[in-house]
């Protein structure tokens, strides 16, 4: 069972349009990042979201943390083929400090 | 080094070869992480160190899999008697410490093919 759930799996969209994939979890987690990871490349880091409710804005990107932390979003505005990629949302759990990720996000944006 | 380093890139193993994949995380780094990835799908996470302790193993799928960090830094990942399917790409992580606000940086991985 993944700890994690993201949605959806696959957006495939046209340029310029929005979209926000979720990240959810019935688990609290000290931290959450996001990662953005390219074909045969390692994940890259976008953000880290560490308190409850948090916002966190870079450039067209918007992250939010759920209050209760067990929750976030990213939020692309106005969407560019540059962005497709695969979107990974990873939660730094309370106790142990393991990072566990969800399944992922496969955005596809056309021009 | 500016990243963390992964080797090889790339490696071609035939079933029931021993192999070694190896991590070279930042420099300073306290915390690292290994993890292995299916084509399309999330990292899964299979082990913890803290300098030299290696801290959580729960996601080693087998006892062919081991992992060491004997100084705290460099850390390398064994798999013995490798199985098809092990085939995935193996990333490295690491951070500078335990605390939440500390982020985590991959490496480029290394892709495991095993035939």
């Known amino acids: 069972t993944q700890l994690l759930e993201q949605s959806p799996q696959f957006l495939s969209i046209q340029e310029g349009e929005n979209l926000t994939v979720y990240c959810n979890s019935s688990s609290v987690f000290s931290s959450l990042q996001w990662y953005r990871q390219e074909p045969g490349e390692g994940p890259v880091l976008l953000v880290t979201?560490?308190?409850?409710?948090e916002v966190k804005k870079l450039k067209r990107l918007t992250f939010q943390f759920g209050d209760a932390r067990k929750d976030s979003s990213l939020h692309i505005t106005a969407a560019q083929p540059g962005d497709t990629g695969l979107y990974l949302c990873a939660g730094r759990q309370e106790y142990g400090n393991k990072l566990v990720f969800g399944a992922g996000t496969i955005l596809r944006v056309k021009s | 080094g500016a990243g963390v380093s992964q080797s090889p890139r790339y490696k071609v193993a035939k079933r029931g070869q021993d192999v070694a994949l190896r991590c070279d995380p930042i420099?300073?780094?306290?915390?690292l992480f290994w993890y292995q990835q299916a084509l399309g799908q999330g990292p899964e996470f299979l082990t913890y160190f803290q300098n030299e302790a290696q801290l959580d193993k729960s996601g080693l799928p087998s006892d062919r899999f081991f992992a060491e960090r004997p100084e705290g830094s460099v850390s390398t990942l064994k798999i013995q008697r490798t199985q098809q399917e092990d085939s995935a790409v193996y990333l490295c992580a690491s951070s500078l410490g335990p605390r939440a606000f500390f982020e985590a940086f991959f490496g480029q991985g290394t892709r495991l093919t095993v035939v």
């Open positions: 420099s300073g780094h306290v915390s």
């Open positions: 979201v560490v308190t409850g409710g």
